[in-house]
């Protein structure tokens, strides 16, 4: 658990920020106005999760993530946002890759107490927002970068970040992160760079064009760090990757839409990443919605390299929502993957349900992986509270293990 020391520097530094501010801006509002007047946000999730894997014992984790924090009133276009996060384990029967029960099944939830966001923004020039410190970073789908707000420690970056929409239908993000304290509160130190441009002339297309460069720099490896299969130093799976996407929704008759999403990504080396990162990315989904129910069905390859030793990674992505929630391909194994899915999701009263069905090949040779099931329903019961039951089951063909999950929780947001 970190220390007290640094949660206290922590804090020293923001107070000092938030005293700079109100000092260099005499005659606006106050320090005192920017707290008073500021909001504060009280997220509390407790959550029982189930994980059995062939070989392991079956591992059963009561876990409650509390988030507590604080967003003060602009000043002169300036504002700071602080947040503490603790993650309390209430039955550890689990190996959380922390606490060396490694005869259990693993779910990576730590206990923990620690600031999972603490940055100033600037927005005092419109349509333009200027980040710098600790924080959440979700892009998009979250399918290359996102906050893995499923585990209870979500990833956070460290990062000075500037988004912005020069014309109404551009939009252009940017990013430097230079440590990534990721889901078991570790921190990776990192050069790593993001940077994104998208056009959405309407609701019929939205554009995009992409480019992430990953650069793990720690001496030694690190628990939960990026991992592709290679052997060498902690930098030998270091990227490069540069992609498009288009996606939309075409209207049909009696309310009925046909939403499609094309992409395509190349993956190379860089920061002393190895030669034999090489491999390709596309994705093709389409389905049918309509106001209560959608349907959708999915191709994704995340590709091999030609020798079949190095399948295209995703270091920064919420890994969760893709690829099945039994979290078996976390990382992608050297022959590659692809993920051939269908989907169908409904809405009755604030019931929310979903089933998603996976069957998974390699892509460097004929292997059959497995197949996955997944089965979720939530309830909102208000603007603040939420509930759900969520299960996965993967049954393996030749990769991996037989593995069962399932989790109920409570969300609730203030």
Not at 164 to 188: H, Q, T
Not at 304 to 332: C, D, I, M, R, S
Request: charged share 15%.
């Amino acid at each position: 658990m970190p220390s007290l020391k640094k949660t206290a520097v922590h804090l020293a530094v923001m107070n000092a920020l938030l005293i700079t501010l109100a000092g260099s801006w005499a005659g606006a509002d106050t320090l005192s106005d920017a707290i008073t007047q500021g909001q504060v946000h009280l997220d509390f999730r407790p959550r029982y999760e189930f994980m059995s894997q062939t070989e392991k014992k079956d591992a059963n984790a009561f876990t409650v993530q509390t988030l507590l924090g604080l967003s003060s009133k602009p000043i002169a276009g300036f504002s700071a946002d602080l947040q503490f996060i603790n993650v309390a384990g209430i039955i550890n029967q689990y190996n959380s890759l922390r606490n060396d029960k490694t005869a259990y099944s693993v779910i990576p939830d730590p206990s923990e107490s620690n600031i999972n966001q603490a940055y100033l923004q600037f927005a005092g020039i419109p349509a333009w927002k200027l980040r710098a410190g600790r924080q959440e970073i979700n892009l998009d789908d979250e399918r290359f970068v996102g906050a893995v707000g499923f585990r209870q420690t979500p990833q956070t970056f460290d990062s000075v970040s500037i988004s912005g929409k020069p014309l109404e239908d551009l939009a252009i993000y940017g990013a430097y992160i230079w440590r990534i304290k990721n889901i078991l509160n570790e921190n990776v130190p990192s050069q790593t760079m993001l940077s994104e441009i998208s056009w959405s002339p309407s609701s019929l297309i939205h554009t995009q064009a992409f480019g992430y460069w990953y650069g793990n720099q720690a001496h030694s490896a690190i628990p939960g760090a990026a991992a592709c299969f290679l052997s060498g130093n902690a930098q030998v799976c270091n990227s490069q990757t540069l992609g498009l996407r288009v996606e939309g929704a075409i209207p049909l008759a009696h309310g009925l839409k046909l939403p499609y999403d094309l992409s395509y990504a190349r993956q190379l080396p860089y920061d002393r990443g190895s030669a034999d990162v090489h491999a390709s990315y596309y994705h093709l989904g389409t389905g049918l919605v309509l106001p209560s129910v959608a349907v959708h069905a999915n191709y994704m390859v995340m590709g091999a390299n030609p020798q079949g030793t190095y399948g295209f990674q995703t270091p920064l992505a919420t890994k969760h929502a893709f690829n099945g929630w039994a979290e078996v391909f976390l990382t992608t194994p050297p022959k590659g993957l692809r993920s051939l899915y269908f989907s169908v999701a409904g809405k009755i009263m604030k019931t929310q349900l979903m089933a998603i069905y996976y069957d998974f090949q390699a892509d460097h040779g004929t292997a059959h992986y497995g197949n996955e099931l997944d089965l979720s329903v939530t309830h909102g019961f208000s603007r603040h509270w939420s509930a759900g039951v969520q299960y996965a089951d993967y049954r393996r063909s030749t990769y991996g293990v037989n593995t069962e999950g399932a989790w109920v929780f409570v969300d609730a947001k203030f």
